[in-house]
């Protein structure tokens, strides 16, 4: 195959993705959402303990923590991801903060691979392609793993 021809399809692939993470976002999510949380609930008994599980404050969690404090998040943003990761188990009052250091480390970490396993591809624009591709797979896998945990 030839290289403009790898380039399109590999654009084109991206591209279906990014409609594809929209439509899902946009769409279904909200719709699944809706349909788990199904009619009402019971309010818990007046003075019932309410049990939270709160995750180790690790060096790699504060790190993390850190990491997402630097990235800026819309507050309706911000509200979803919260209601996800409350939904997935992850009840800590910084865990929107930890997930967005997740992501960007990710990012990084697979933009950093990619640049390292740079000797496989041999055209400039395909290595480029690749990196992009790359961060955006970290960029987004850990949102896709937050989801199937809600599932």
């Keep these: 195959m030839s290289a403009p021809l790898l380039i399109s399809l ?5 591209l279906m ?19 788990r949380l199904g009619g009402p609930t019971a309010a ?13 404050d690790t060096s790699l969690v ?10 800026p998040v ?25 997930m967005s250091g997740l992501k960007v480390v990710g990012a990084v970490g697979m933009v950093l691979l990619a640049f390292l396993c740079r000797g496989i591809v041999a055209q400039p624009v395909q290595r480029i392609l690749m990196m992009a591709m ?11 793993l937050l989801d199937r945990r809600v599932t």
Aim: aromatic share 12%; no cysteine.
């Design 74 to 98: 819309g507050e309706v943003e911000a509200s979803a991801l919260k209601r996800t990761l409350t939904m997935a188990g992850y009840r800590g009052e910084n865990a929107v903060a930890v």
């Design 44 to 56: 818990p008994a007046p003075g019932a303990a309410v049990e939270s599980y709160q995750a180790e």
């Design 134 to 144: 790359a961060g955006a797979l970290g960029y987004y896998l850990p949102s896709f």
């Design 62 to 71: 504060r790190a993390l923590k850190q990491i997402g404090g630097f990235v």
């Design 17 to 35: 993705a990014g409609i594809t993470l929209f439509g899902y976002r946009r769409y279904a999510r909200p719709g699944k959402i809706l349909a």
């Design 10 to 14: 590999a654009l084109f692939a991206l």
